[in-house]
Nanobody, 126 residues
Framework: QVQLVESGGGAVQAGGSLRLSCAAS????????MAWFRQAPGKEREFVAG????????DYVDSVKGRFTISRDNAKNTVYLQMNSLKPEDTAIYYC???????????????????WGQGTQVTVSS
């Protein structure tokens, strides 16, 4: 079992930056693949970024490549999403997700994750 708590969301103007954090409970954080998803109003939840247990494997949705960076600190049980050059289309609720035993090929699949945070709102104005 793991509980996830996101923070760091807010309202920014286009071109600005935000850093999201996701703090996880439990002693086996390093055993979990971690990911960020987002859901805009009227749209399905979509994969944003994922990171492997050691941090050696990372993947992003094409729309955020070069602008967002996912990282993790296993000593602090925390995963981060640094978001730069934000665009209005990045506006969404951002969710942290975790799963143990997930194969990397499924990292982008919403259905692959059992554990989810409550979400944090990111609003980007033009």
């Amino acid at each position: 079992q793991v509980q996830l708590v996101e923070s760091g969301g807010g309202a920014v103007q286009a071109g600005g930056s935000l850093r999201l954090s996701c703090a996880a409970s439990g002693r086996t954080f390093s055993a979990y693949i971690m990911a960020w998803f987002r859901q805009a109003p009227g749209k399905e939840r979509e994969f944003v970024a994922g990171i492997s247990m050691s941090g050696g494997g990372i993947d992003y949705v094409d729309s955020v490549k070069g602008r967002f960076t996912i990282s993790r600190d296993n000593a602090k049980n925390t995963v981060y999403l640094q978001m730069n050059s934000l665009k209005p289309e990045d506006t969404a609720i951002y969710y942290c997700a975790a799963q143990v035993g997930l194969t990397w090929v499924n990292v982008k699949s919403t259905g692959g994750y059992r554990y989810w945070g409550q979400g944090t709102q990111v609003t980007v104005s033009s």
